[in-house]
């Protein structure tokens, strides 16, 4: 079974209006909502890929309940623990008539220890033999180690690790020796201190993570991504496309990384429907994924270099 981690999610909220006026009545033109969160849009991924996954995090108060909700409605089963502070949510606000927009968000919500250990109950119940992806950041206040402990506690009983992160919990979660890590070459230079950048260099940073780290995925953006294994490196190349967005994008790699490695696939194949799935993710507009037609027809014309 899929299970994806998503500790901070949020319920973003967008709006349009013709002009923003202040101290005054704007009518509100179109809006949208949505659950937000990289584990939340890896298991998107995973769904439209054909799969099924179990969110798991925290939420709390009345955007907790209608960020749960609103997975179900999208088909996604969550398993979330509850808290007492509100979920985190945003507000982008667009106006038409000067094509410039707003973003306005909360802060983290404040976690007890109490809460910690009802979301470690959860992880307890996933069934040895799963997957589990774990995406995004660390609440603020919270111990930058959470992801290191869970992936220890993960391993103890026969279950992958799937880690991208960034900063201190990133660096600290490696260090536990997850299945497997996808840092974008940004998330990598600031883990290895480096400022790599060429595909040589990138390879012999990743030298120092080998004996601890089984798979290691570095995505380079259109130039694809590169696959560190005991059974060979590869560079996976995505064809030339017109980029609209790449936000969602490395989601979209991972959910087609893990989908295809959780049914026992080959680590060459994982990078071909990985970088179909982010490439495709790039066609869309702001805030979306990648669509399975998309990732069918990019996936014939990635080309995978060995090295």
């Given at each position: 079974m899929l299970y994806t981690v998503t500790l901070d999610p949020l319920l973003e909220?967008?709006?349009g209006v013709e002009e923003l006026v202040y101290d005054d009545v704007n009518c509100i033109i179109e809006e949208h909502k949505r659950p937000g969160g990289k584990g939340i849009d890896v298991s998107r991924v995973i769904k439209e890929l054909g799969g099924e996954s179990i969110a798991l995090g925290f939420a709390g108060g009345y955007s907790g309940l209608e960020l749960t909700d609103m997975l179900i409605g999208e088909g996604i089963v969550s398993d979330f623990a509850r808290i007492n502070?509100?979920?985190?949510?945003?507000?982008?606000i667009y106006q038409r008539k000067?094509?410039?927009?707003?973003?306005?968000?909360?802060?983290?919500?404040?976690?007890?220890q109490a809460e910690v250990d009802s979301f470690f109950?959860?992880?307890n119940e996933i069934p040895p033999g799963s997957d589990v992806v774990i995406s995004g950041n660390v609440p603020a206040g919270l111990d930058e180690g959470i992801f290191a402990r869970l992936i220890k506690a993960?391993?103890?009983?026969?279950?992958?690790?799937?880690?991208?992160?960034?900063?201190?919990?990133f660096r600290l979660g490696v260090d536990a020796s997850p299945f497997l890590i996808k840092p974008n070459i940004f998330e990598f230079n600031r883990l290895t201190g480096g400022s790599v950048s060429e595909v040589k260099e990138i390879a012999e940073a990743v030298k120092h993570y080998r004996d601890s780290v089984e798979y290691i995925?570095?995505?380079i953006g259109g130039r694809?991504?590169?696959?560190?294994?005991?059974?060979?490196?590869?560079h996976a190349r995505p064809p030339k496309?017109?980029?609209?967005?790449?936000?969602?994008?490395?989601?979209?790699?991972l959910g087609g990384v893990v989908s295809v490695m959780s049914k026992s696939g080959s680590f060459e194949e994982a990078l071909r429907v990985g970088v179909a799935c982010g490439t495709a993710a790039t066609l869309g507009i702001s805030g979306s994924l990648c669509k399975t037609t998309d990732v069918d027809s990019i996936k014939k014309e990635v080309i995978i270099e060995k090295f």
């Open positions: 909220r967008a709006v502070s509100e979920s985190r949510s945003s507000i982008t000067k094509k410039i927009q707003t973003l306005l968000c909360t802060p983290s919500p404040a976690i007890s109950e959860k992880a993960l391993k103890k009983r026969n279950i992958k690790a799937f880690l991208d992160s960034d900063q201190e919990a995925i570095v995505s694809g991504a590169l696959g560190f294994s005991k059974d060979g490196d590869y496309v017109k980029v609209r967005n790449s936000l969602g994008a490395g989601d979209s790699l």
